[in-house]
């Protein structure tokens, strides 16, 4: 059964910075592309950001592209979210998943299509 650990959330002004990291276990991490989402009180759980199982592709929503960055470590069956220049239209709760299938990505999953997810890691961003 995959296992998803997220953590480095947490409070911080607008402008500033925050590193989420998700621990995954139970999968062969190596053959899965991985995402990010995130969800607001009140709202839908929406995809963030998307990299592939050998991290050659990426995929950013746009209310994020060019302030966050995803990456994955492969040997560590982990992968991160950098995050700069917050706004507070940012705060939600991340999540962090793996694609359904193997060798599979798509950009535009919804969070539908996705069967478990971790805890999550709450992040606040103050104006």
């Known amino acids: 059964q995959v296992h998803l650990v997220e953590s480095g959330g947490g409070l911080v002004q607008a402008g500033g910075s925050l590193r989420l990291s998700c621990a995954a276990s139970?999968?062969?991490?190596?053959?899965?592309?991985m995402y990010w989402f995130r969800q607001a009180p009140g709202k839908e759980r929406e995809l963030v950001a998307t990299?592939?199982?050998?991290?050659?592709?990426?995929y950013y929503s746009d209310s994020v592209k060019g302030r966050f960055t995803i990456s994955r470590d492969n040997v560590q069956n982990s992968e991160a979210l950098q995050m700069n220049n917050l706004k507070p239209e940012d705060t939600a709760v991340y999540y962090c998943?793996?694609?359904?299938?193997?060798?599979?990505?798509?950009?535009?999953?919804?969070?539908?299509?996705?069967?478990?997810w971790g805890q999550g890691t709450q992040v606040t961003v103050s104006s």
């Open positions: 139970g999968l062969t991490f190596s053959n899965y592309a």
């Open positions: 990299i592939s199982w050998t991290s050659t592709f990426t």
């Open positions: 998943a793996p694609d359904p299938r193997p060798r599979t990505i798509v950009y535009g999953r919804r969070a539908a299509d996705f069967g478990s």
